[in-house]
């Protein structure tokens, strides 16, 4: 389970006890933001692309919608999100827990600019029950991300 590698991702880190487990689904920013008691603009949702041929993570704020013309700036191709099955495939999450930590070897994470208006913000944990809150620091340090963009609009 894609959960068990995110809690030794983290374990290894000695950050596993942050990670919080629900009983109720946190597959959806509106679900998340419920099971956390928070806003869903902190939410930090993982979209899953494809992009000249290679899958790509672009963590941003719950609030925020990719904007096709950015996204093909930034990328040079449209903004095409994987299938449910290519993403857990290609990323090595599902659907609804998808996150930038203990992904496939390959897969290139961007954190998007509409997360830098919070301290902290609520990525996933490789399940669609789970989340860890991460200042953005910690959240540049653990996702491993290659660089800040800007490719979304509406927040």
């Known amino acids: 389970m894609a959960i068990e590698k995110v809690k030794e991702y983290f374990r290894f880190h000695g950050m596993e006890g942050r990670i919080q487990e629900f009983d109720v ?3 959806t920013v509106e679900l998340a933001a419920a099971a956390l008691h928070c806003e869903p603009q902190r939410i930090a949702k993982t979209l899953s692309f494809m992009a000249n041929g290679q899958a790509i993570l672009v963590v941003a704020a719950g609030d925020a919608k990719i904007d096709n013309k950015k996204y093909k700036a930034q990328f040079h191709t449209k903004a095409k999100m994987l299938s449910p099955e290519e993403a857990k495939n290609l990323v ?3 659907v609804g827990g998808v996150c930038p930590f203990a992904v496939n070897e390959g897969v290139t ?3 998007d600019v509409s997360l830098k208006r919070f301290e902290t913000v609520f990525p996933a944990c490789g399940s669609a029950n789970s989340a860890i809150e991460l200042t953005i620091p910690e959240l540049e340090t653990y996702s491993g991300y290659m660089e800040w963009i800007d490719v979304c609009k509406d927040y």
């Open 25 to 27: 689904s946190s597959a």
């Open 92 to 94: 090595g999450h599902a």
């Open 109 to 111: 994470v961007y954190l």
